[in-house]
């Protein structure tokens, strides 16, 4: 993808969706070098002074699975004799917030945290919990990607290499089945959607998915390309998740309240709708910006629209991805 086709976030869009406070619609423009670099160095950075306020809300869900929404993505926890067991590790600036809620579950203390993808919203807490005795599990290209330089090139941002206590020590390449607290949890790699890296927890009694930054109950999705994202993937994955749930299952999103397979499948189809009417004016020869004016997200805006990334955003990252 040429850089000039990349859409760009505003700070306060991305960041304050991330965190569930007051969401703010990003312009989806093109910025010129120097401002994309200002702005776009400011997701990172608000994001992180905006978890270092955000409240954590603590949902419990059924099975001794509960979700922790406030610091970056959604956290996923397991509670049970043999320790908690955290998918997703949040931002670092919640720390003391994180640590009231999980104690709010139970005192055991968290022995396994399991890393949907590298992005710092859903991994900058590995160190810290590694610190208190965690382990860090995740699939293999997250591993790489947290234990080098990485750059996410929307953000026009490169993370250095992480500590060496945040990056997984234990990583797997297709599934891996983990057994703890008498359950059972069925890790899936993707293959290519959001990142390169992203894996689905079922959390198999309890009937609960965390999908991870697959599904954004709510907003229209970011796809990071540099990190080997997919237009194609994304969809791909939300299909499988479809395949994984019932009516009954409890869907853990990456970002948003927590959903239902009836709200999965309307977010299918609004990735799939959007694909096809975008590729449509592609392949008419539409220029990006040509393609935003003719609004192929309207139909879809009212509901998705309205947060982090927006319907000129989207249009853009769909563009790309054609």
């Given at each position: 993808?040429?850089?000039e086709?990349?859409p760009?976030?505003?700070?306060?869009?991305?960041?304050?969706c991330?965190?569930?406070?007051?969401?703010f619609?990003?312009t989806?423009?093109?910025?010129?070098?120097?401002?994309?670099f200002?702005?776009?160095?400011n997701v990172?950075?608000?994001?992180?002074?905006?978890?270092a306020?955000a409240?954590i809300k603590?949902q419990?869900?059924r099975?001794?699975?509960?979700?922790?929404e406030g610091?970056?993505g959604n956290i996923g926890?397991l509670?049970?004799?043999?320790?908690?067991?955290l998918?997703?590790?949040?931002?670092t600036?919640?720390r003391?917030?994180i640590k009231?809620?999980?104690?709010?579950l139970?005192?055991?203390?968290?022995r396994?945290?399991?890393?949907?993808?590298w992005h710092?919203d859903?991994?900058?807490?590995n160190?810290w919990?590694?610190?208190?005795?965690a382990?860090i599990?995740?699939?293999?290209n997250t591993r790489k990607?947290l234990?080098?330089a990485?750059?996410?090139?929307d953000?026009?941002?490169t993370?250095?290499?992480?500590?060496?206590?945040a990056?997984?020590?234990?990583?797997?390449s297709?599934?891996?089945?983990?057994?703890?607290?008498?359950?059972t949890?069925?890790?899936?790699?993707?293959?290519?959607?959001?990142?390169?890296?992203?894996?689905?927890?079922a959390?198999s009694e309890a009937?609960?998915?965390h999908?991870?930054?697959t599904?954004w109950n709510?907003f229209y999705?970011?796809?990071?390309y540099s990190t080997?994202?997919?237009?194609?993937?994304?969809?791909?994955?939300?299909e499988?998740?479809?395949?994984a749930?019932?009516d009954?299952t409890?869907?853990?999103?990456?970002?948003g309240p927590?959903?239902?397979?009836s709200?999965?499948?309307d977010?299918r189809d609004m990735?799939?709708?959007?694909?096809?009417?975008?590729a449509a004016?592609?392949?008419q020869?539409?220029?990006?910006?040509?393609?935003?004016?003719?609004?192929?997200?309207?139909?879809?805006?009212?509901k998705?629209?309205r947060f982090?990334?927006?319907p000129a955003?989207?249009t853009?990252l769909?563009?790309a991805?054609?």
């Amino acid at each position: 993808m040429t850089r000039e086709h990349r859409p760009r976030l505003k700070r306060r869009g991305f960041c304050l969706c991330c965190i569930g406070s007051s969401a703010f619609a990003a312009t989806g423009g093109w910025l010129s070098p120097g401002e994309a670099f200002a702005q776009a160095r400011n997701v990172v950075d608000g994001m992180r002074a905006s978890a270092a306020e955000a409240p954590i809300k603590v949902q419990k869900l059924r099975g001794g699975v509960s979700m922790l929404e406030g610091s970056g993505g959604n956290i996923g926890v397991l509670t049970g004799p043999d320790g908690k067991v955290l998918v997703d590790a949040g931002i670092t600036a919640s720390r003391p917030r994180i640590k009231e809620a999980l104690a709010s579950l139970s005192g055991d203390p968290v022995r396994l945290v399991i890393n949907t993808h590298w992005h710092f919203d859903h991994a900058d807490g590995n160190e810290w919990l590694h610190q208190e005795g965690a382990a860090i599990l995740a699939h293999e290209n997250t591993r790489k990607h947290l234990a080098e330089a990485t750059r996410v090139e929307d953000w026009d941002y490169t993370f250095p290499p992480s500590p060496a206590g945040a990056v997984p020590a234990e990583v797997f390449s297709t599934e891996k089945t983990v057994k703890v607290n008498g359950a059972t949890l069925a890790l899936k790699h993707y293959g290519a959607s959001h990142t390169d890296g992203d894996i689905s927890v079922a959390f198999s009694e309890a009937d609960v998915l965390h999908t991870g930054d697959t599904y954004w109950n709510g907003f229209y999705p970011f796809i990071d390309y540099s990190t080997g994202g997919s237009l194609d993937g994304t969809i791909r994955a939300t299909e499988a998740n479809l395949a994984a749930a019932t009516d009954r299952t409890i869907v853990i999103p990456g970002h948003g309240p927590a959903s239902s397979r009836s709200e999965l499948k309307d977010y299918r189809d609004m990735l799939v709708a959007t694909r096809e009417k975008v590729a449509a004016l592609k392949k008419q020869g539409r220029s990006p910006d040509e393609t935003v004016a003719a609004r192929p997200t309207a139909a879809y805006d009212a509901k998705w629209g309205r947060f982090a990334v927006s319907p000129a955003g989207f249009t853009k990252l769909v563009y790309a991805g054609v």
